[in-house]
């Protein structure tokens, strides 16, 4: 086999953005998975292209990647099942309406189209939501897309422009250009990309990302019933309680017209079971904001492992010490929103351009000295 300029390890949205990116800049990909693409932590995600600002750093790679969506969607709607709902986020009392005001003021400095809304305005815009609630922040432009539908035609579209793949092979290991097959194949390339989701840290040890365990489930079909995505301010806030767990309501309107449930966090848990227990919390945080959900057939539930990192930021850019390896990981909830993003930063990194933005906060050696 010719030897790839650049190896991807993991072909899940961010994976596979980044594997197009490269080869369509020039550079020979190889993308390589045990699974399908977007068949492992992608294929549990809700899907959602949504702008968070906790920090400035965080803003810049959603305003950056949902650019990049702005133009994959001008083409590929149709495949992406994309939705352009907008997204609510729901107040329900004054201390959050402040946080959502905030927000709101935040994202239209940037040229994002947020705006208030008052209560009443609010019971007008989604007569599902219950009554009462103090009012809301309407993102316009955020949506909600199929995510599995997107890596694979990234990975089409890679092999469109001339890049190879190899789906069900599992990467042993990670070496300074170079990875070892489970079935003892070595294949060098000039550089690596480590975009394995939680299965970083196993081929990295030195670089800390750890499973999040998350609750979806999703309804029969309501069409009509909700128009925009319905997410608590408390979404990413919520502190975990002593049983390590953290839940926000999170409805998404699906193409299809069935309703998306999440969501919540719980860390050190090592197995992707479902939880009834967990299950029953999330859909009662739901169903607090959207009564009408009690009386909905749930059709389906199932869980994902998102990849985390311990200071919230995912990790883009230069192995610490391996100079011929790349690291695109520890997206958490973010992973597809920012996919596209993070392939043009890490492109910007990897062939040396002025990068779109500060790469600094993203970078893996800000772990060169946390021991592993």
């Not at 250009?177 to 000039?190: M, N, Y």
């Not at 719980?266 to 009386?295: F, K």
Request: with cysteine; charged share 20%.
């Amino acid at each position: 086999m010719k030897r790839p300029d650049v190896i991807v390890v993991g072909a899940g949205i961010v994976g596979a953005a980044c594997a197009a990116e490269l080869q369509a800049l020039g550079r020979d990909v190889l993308l390589i998975d045990r699974n399908t693409p977007g068949g492992g932590v992608t294929a549990a995600g809700m899907g959602h292209l949504v702008v968070l600002d906790e920090t400035d750093d965080e803003l810049d790679l959603c305003l950056l990647s949902l650019a990049r969506w702005d133009d994959y969607l001008s083409t590929r709607a149709d495949i992406a099942e994309h939705v352009r709902c907008g997204t609510l986020w729901v107040a329900e009392d004054e201390a959050q309406l402040a946080h959502a005001r905030a927000r709101a003021e935040r994202l239209a400095r940037r040229g994002w189209d947020a705006a208030g809304v008052s209560g009443d305005e609010l019971a007008r815009m989604e007569p599902a939501l219950r009554a009462g609630l103090a009012g809301a922040v309407r993102v316009a432009r955020d949506g909600v897309v199929y995510p599995p539908a997107v890596a694979r035609d990234l990975a089409g579209t890679l092999v469109a422009l001339g890049g190879r793949t190899r789906f069900g092979t599992a990467v042993a290991r990670v070496d300074d250009g170079a990875i070892t097959l489970a079935s003892g194949e070595r294949i060098d390339a000039g550089d690596v990309v480590v975009a394995a989701g939680p299965a970083v840290t196993r081929l990295l040890p030195d670089i800390p990302v750890f499973p999040r365990k998350g609750h979806l489930a999703i309804t029969a079909r309501y069409p009509n019933r909700l128009s925009h995505q319905v997410v608590s301010m408390a979404y990413g806030q919520t502190e975990a309680g002593s049983d390590a767990l953290a839940v926000a309501a999170n409805v998404q309107p699906r193409i299809t017209g069935q309703w998306l449930i999440g969501s919540c966090r719980q860390d050190g848990i090592p197995h992707a079971d479902v939880d009834p227990r967990v299950l029953a919390r999330v859909l009662r945080a739901a169903i607090a904001l959207l009564p009408c959900l009690a009386d909905m057939k749930i059709i389906r539930s199932w869980t994902g492992m998102r990849p985390a990192t311990y200071d919230g930021r995912p990790v883009i850019g230069q192995h610490p010490t391996l100079a011929r390896i790349w690291v695109a990981a520890g997206h958490e909830g973010l992973g597809v929103t920012t996919a596209f993003g993070t392939a043009q930063l890490l492109a910007d990194l990897m062939l040396d351009r002025r990068p779109s933005i500060d790469p600094a906060p993203y970078s893996p050696m800000r772990f060169a000295h946390v021991p592993a």
